[in-house]
């Protein structure tokens, strides 16, 4: 395997996730997000300092574990763009699924807020390790 061109597809695929996460996020459930600060359910204010750094360092790590994950599934699976999606989806629905479980089960958030927060890893790893593997090259 590649180090070096895990590490920078990696970076690269983390931070299309850091992307999609911030559409979701941002746009897509802002409205519900500011209800439900209205009601109490969620902080104002995050727990943690600097916030979105730590999240992007996180989405990075995410991302070159994800383009590692590509890299070693390519002697199996062939290299290319099916075994990213395959790699990505696997890996996003292993994630995303048992968390919408927990979430829907146990927060009062709501269906569709959980929901969204199932979907953005499933689609947000799929993007990333696209992105990882169509900058990997052994």
Same mark, same amino acid.
């Given at each position: 395997?590649?180090?070096?061109?895990?590490?920078?597809?990696?970076? !690269?695929?983390?931070? !299309?996730?850091?992307?999609? *996460?911030?559409?979701?996020?941002?746009?897509?459930?802002?409205?519900?997000?500011?209800?439900?600060? *209205?009601?109490g359910?969620?902080?104002?204010?995050?727990?943690?300092?600097f916030?979105?750094?730590?999240?992007?360092?996180?989405?990075?790590?995410? /991302?070159?574990? +994800? &383009?590692?994950?590509?890299? &070693?599934?390519?002697?199996?699976?062939?290299?290319?763009?099916?075994? &990213?999606?395959? #790699? /990505? +989806?696997? $890996?996003?629905? +292993?994630?995303?699924?048992?968390?919408?479980?927990?979430?829907?089960?146990?927060? *009062?958030?709501?269906? #569709?807020?959980?929901?969204?927060?199932?979907?953005d890893?499933?689609?947000?790893? $799929?993007?990333? $390790?696209?992105? !990882?593997?169509?900058?990997?090259?052994?």
């Amino acid at each position: 395997m590649n180090a070096k061109r895990i590490v920078w597809g990696g970076i !690269a695929g983390g931070f !299309a996730f850091f992307l999609v *996460q911030g559409v979701v996020h941002s746009f897509v459930l802002a409205h519900r997000y500011e209800i439900l600060r *209205q009601m109490g359910h969620i902080k104002t204010d995050p727990r943690v300092p600097f916030f979105m750094a730590a999240v992007l360092v996180v989405d990075l790590a995410v /991302g070159i574990a +994800l &383009a590692w994950l590509y890299a &070693a599934a390519r002697g199996g699976l062939g290299p290319g763009p099916r075994t &990213a999606l395959l #790699v /990505g +989806l696997v $890996t996003g629905l +292993l994630y995303g699924v048992p968390s919408f479980l927990a979430h829907f089960s146990w927060m *009062q958030v709501g269906g #569709v807020v959980s929901m969204w927060w199932s979907l953005d890893p499933i689609v947000g790893f $799929t993007v990333a $390790t696209l992105v !990882a593997g169509w900058l990997y090259r052994d």
